[in-house]
C-alpha cells in the first residue's frame, strides 16, 4: 500500500509539475498589411496574437514614435491590445523613435536584458531580447527573441554569440525570431550546436502569400526537457508580410 501511494503522488506531482506554455513568433512589418502601402492595422496583429491564444510572443520589426507608423508607440500599445506585459529591445535609432524587437508575455517577466549582436560587416545594427518568465507551476523559463542581419558573414557571428549565451543558462532557454536563413543554411547548422528545432512539422514562413522560405524559428536549448505539442504556421495572409509560427510545447 505504502508502494502504490509513493507512485500515485509521485504522478500526481509530475502532473501538476508540468506545463505547457503557447509561443509564437511573428515578423509584423511595423503593422502595414503588404496589400495596403502605407496603412497601419495594429489591430489585426494584436488579433492573430489573441486568437493564437499565445503565452509568450516574440515579434520582430516593432516601430516606436516613427512617422510611418503613424507615431505609434507600438510595443505598448500590443501590449494593451493583448492584455500582456512586455519588454522593448531596440535595434536601431529611426527618425525620433526607435525600431527594433518586442517580447510580450501573460505571465510575469521576472528578469529582462537586452545584447547587442555582433556586427563583422557594416550593417543596420541588431539585438538579442532575453526575459526570464515565471510559468504558473513556478518553474522559471528564459525567453530569447530576434531578428538576425540579412548578410551571412554577419548571422554567423550572431549565432556564435547566441550559442555562447545559451550556455550559460541551466534553465530551458527559447530561441525565437527571424533569423534570416534557410534550414540548411551555415548559421541555423551553428545553433543546431546547442538547439533543437522541429523537423517534423516546420513549414515556410515567407512571403505571407504562397510561401517559399522557412526563416522565422521557434527553438528550445538542448538542456530543455520538452515535448513538441504543436508545431504550426498560422494561414494568415493579410497582416504581415510574414505569416506567424506558433508551438506548443510541454516542459516536464
Same mark, same amino acid.
Given at each position: ?24 513568433? =511573428? ?10 502601402? %502605407?496603412?497601419?492595422?495594429? &489591430?489585426?496583429?494584436?488579433? *492573430? ?5 499565445? $503565452?509568450?510572443? %516574440?515579434?520582430?520589426?516593432? $516601430? ?31 527618425? /525620433? %523613435? =526607435? ?8 505571465? !510575469?517577466? *521576472?528578469? !529582462?536584458? +537586452? =545584447? ?5 560587416? /557594416?550593417?543596420?545594427? +541588431? ?12 518553474? *522559471?523559463?528564459? #525567453? ?6 540579412? /548578410? ?6 550572431? #549565432? ?16 525565437? %525570431? $527571424? ?17 533543437? +528545432? ?10 505571407? #502569400?504562397?510561401? +517559399?522560405?522557412?526563416? $522565422? ?7 530543455? /526537457?520538452?515535448?513538441?505539442? &504543436? ?6 495572409? =493579410? ?14
Amino acid at each position: 500500500m505504502k508502494t502504490f501511494l509513493t507512485i500515485f503522488f509521485t504522478f500526481c506531482f509530475m502532473v501538476i509539475s508540468a506545463q505547457t506554455v503557447r509561443i509564437l513568433t =511573428y515578423n509584423i512589418h511595423h503593422a502595414n498589411p503588404p496589400s495596403k502601402p %502605407g496603412f497601419i492595422d495594429l &489591430k489585426a496583429i494584436a488579433k *492573430v496574437i489573441n486568437d493564437a491564444k499565445a $503565452d509568450v510572443v %516574440g515579434i520582430q520589426e516593432v $516601430d516606436i514614435k516613427v512617422s510611418r507608423s503613424e507615431m505609434q508607440n507600438q510595443a505598448e500599445l500590443l501590449a494593451e491590445l493583448t492584455g500582456m506585459d512586455y519588454y522593448f529591445s531596440k535595434g536601431i535609432n529611426l527618425e /525620433k %523613435g =526607435y525600431y527594433g524587437t518586442l517580447i510580450l508575455s501573460k505571465h !510575469k517577466i *521576472v528578469g !529582462k536584458r +537586452r =545584447y547587442d549582436l555582433p556586427m563583422p560587416v /557594416k550593417s543596420e545594427n +541588431r539585438s538579442l531580447a532575453i526575459v526570464d518568465v515565471a510559468l504558473p507551476n513556478g518553474k *522559471v523559463i528564459s #525567453v530569447a527573441n530576434t531578428h538576425l542581419d540579412l /548578410k551571412e558573414e554577419n548571422r554567423i557571428e550572431q #549565432v556564435e554569440y547566441i550559442n555562447e549565451t545559451v550556455d550559460l543558462y541551466s534553465r530551458p532557454f527559447i530561441l525565437l %525570431g $527571424d533569423l534570416n536563413a534557410k534550414p540548411d543554411s551555415k548559421p541555423i547548422q551553428i545553433l543546431e550546436e546547442q538547439f533543437v +528545432r522541429n523537423t517534423k512539422t516546420n513549414k515556410p514562413t515567407s512571403p505571407n #502569400v504562397n510561401p +517559399r522560405n522557412e526563416i $522565422d524559428y521557434i527553438m528550445l536549448s538542448k538542456n530543455s /526537457k520538452f515535448s513538441w505539442i &504543436k508545431y504550426e504556421v498560422i494561414s494568415e495572409e =493579410y497582416a504581415s508580410d510574414h505569416l506567424p509560427l506558433l508551438a506548443e510545447i510541454e516542459f516536464e
